[in-house]
Structure formats: C-alpha cells, structure tokens
C-alpha cells in the first residue's frame, strides 16, 4: 500500500455504546471516511436498501467470496453470514479514502492478520449502568434481550486491549472530537504530509538558484 492510500479503520463497540451514531457524526464532517457496506445472506427487511444498507447476496454467492479469500472478515450470525469484501476495501484505500469497518473484536482480529497496519478503535460507555440505561431507552427490547446484550457487551468489552485506541463515550461532543483526532493525527505523519505538501517541501528546500 502506498503512502498516498487511505487508512483502514476497525471500529469495534458493544451494542449501547453509540458507536454508530459517532461514525455518522463523523462522516458528516469529515469527507476523507467511508464505511465499508457489509455483505449478507439474510432477507432484506422495509426500507433497507441493497448497496446501502447491505450487499445483499445469496449463500452460494457468499460461500463463493469467502473460498475465494475475497473477505477480509467473515462470521455466521443466527444463521446468516456477514463478511467485509477485501477488493471494495483496498479499492477505497487507493482512492485515498479512509474506510471504516465496524465490526466486532473477532473480526477485528481477522483484519489485523491481513492488514496489521489497520488502526484499531474501541468505543466504549461511561459504566455498565449507563450502558444499560442507553439500551433500555431504546424502548425496543425486552428485558430479556437487554439481559443477553448486556453479557455480550461483557464480552466485547474484555478484548479491548486488542485495539490501539480506546474512546469512552461519556459526553458525546468529546467522544466525537476525539474519534476525530485519531483520523487527523495519521494524517499529519511525515510520510502523508510528504506526498500531500510536495512541492511546498520542494520549494521550501530549493536553493533558489
């Protein structure tokens, strides 16, 4: 990958945590970022919409990608398959696009085998009670599903250390700027700033004869 390309960003977060909409903040604000759109098997369901949504595909389709080494993560989920297409990713990359991947800690470890230059980020809530409060204000679950998200949110949290970036979620205007602030500060590496301000640094070095 060359330094003109993007960088690939894994977002991992226990449901609750408000990771989605951080990512939407962000993408808002900042033209550089992309998400990647994920392919699936399962039925597509009022008002998604293929290519947006999901790549909505068939099981022998997905199978096909994956015997292909054509996903850089994959996992079965109550029976469907979801998987991250390598090609429209490293795509995006040369475009100089920052691509997000939000996935969870297992396929975050899968990207990282294929990409170890991927930035990994866990977002994480303020407390378990806070985390709570913010699923059951969803008014969409019963307490019965809070329960189960709530001991996979367990789960996810203890693989924090596999990320090499933590924001805590607390106050979201924080959490925003410094999600942020980790997109710019690999952007302002010599390496990037090199081949962004050539000529600048050409000029600059010029003896003026």
Known sequence: MSNASGALYILSAPSGAGKTTLVKALLAQDNHVCVSVSHTTRSMRNGEEDGIDYNFVTQEIFTHLVDQQQMLEHATVFENSYGTSRQWVESSLAQG?????????????????????????????????????????????????????????????????????????????????????????????????????????????????
């Open 97 to 209: 696009k920052d691509v997000i991947l939000e996935i969870d800690w297992q396929g975050r470890d899968q990207v990282l085998a294929i990409f170890p230059q991927a930035i990994a980020v866990t977002i994480l809530p303020p407390s378990q009670h806070a985390l709570q409060k913010r699923l059951q204000g969803r008014g969409t679950d019963s307490e019965s599903v809070i329960a189960t998200r709530m001991a996979e949110a367990h789960s996810e949290i203890s693989h924090y250390a596999g990320s090499h970036f933590l924001v805590i979620n607390d106050d979201f205007t924080k959490a925003l700027d410094d999600l942020q602030c980790i997109f710019t500060c690999r952007r302002l590496k010599t390496p990037q700033q090199a081949l962004k301000n050539h000529q600048l640094l050409s000029e600059l070095l010029s003896t003026g004869d």
